[in-house]
């Protein structure tokens, strides 16, 4: 379900920011070869939601280079249940967004982590419309990560891209807690 909810926040944040360049819901880490080198690095989930072909194989990488203006993703950290009533099952978990961008093209010309923090804050969905037998649906900020470079160390990348995270790039990474409700009797697995 944190999959539905960060796809939900990514498809409202695509239309809702004004220096979204490349967003996408979940990302997965994946492997990608080059030269013999194998290096992961951060896969979109559903790329064919966000504008890739499906079907094609080819995945949609959300790594920083100088033709983009920024990049958002989510990661998720997890959900687990909490509580069983009647029989609704009550979930929380947690995902993560990571946000990097190139100060010299995003607008207004702000070199400032601030206003792309707020700006993001005031556009992300904070509650969501009952979707099958999903229900209680709600997604709020819990902290920010210290900027240490920590939020990209699962990810080995190529040696040239740790230039893009020095100015003139930056980024933030931003944690919310979300939570749902799902119906005990919601799949009929007789049927599946």
């Known amino acids: 379900m944190n999959k539905l909810i960060a796809t939900k926040c990514a498809e409202s944040l695509l239309a809702d920011l004004p220096f979204v360049d490349k967003i996408t819901g979940i990302v997965k880490q994946g492997n990608i070869t080059t030269a013999g080198v194998t290096k992961s690095i951060p896969i979109a989930v559903d790329a064919a939601e966000f504008g890739a072909s ?18 958002i993703y989510f990661e998720d950290l997890g959900a687990n249940a909490v509580n069983h009533h009647h029989k609704w099952i009550e979930y929380e978990g947690i995902i993560k967004l990571v946000c990097w961008f190139d100060y010299t093209k995003t607008k207004p010309l702000l070199h400032d982590t601030s206003w792309f923090v707020a700006e993001v804050l005031k556009q992300m969905p904070k509650k969501f419309k009952a979707f099958e037998c999903f229900t209680a649906m709600f997604c709020t900020f ?17 040696e040239d891209l740790t230039q893009f995270w020095t100015y003139p790039y ?9 939570a749902f409700r799902i119906h005990e009797d919601c799949f009929d697995w007789a049927a599946i």
């Open 54 to 71: 499906e079907g094609t194989g080819v995945y949609s990488e959300f790594v920083p280079d100088s033709s983009k203006d920024s990049i």
């Open 142 to 158: 819990r902290d920010q990560d210290p900027r240490d470079g920590a939020v990209f160390t699962k990810y080995t990348y190529f």
């Open 170 to 178: 930056d980024y933030f990474s931003l944690n919310f807690d979300t």
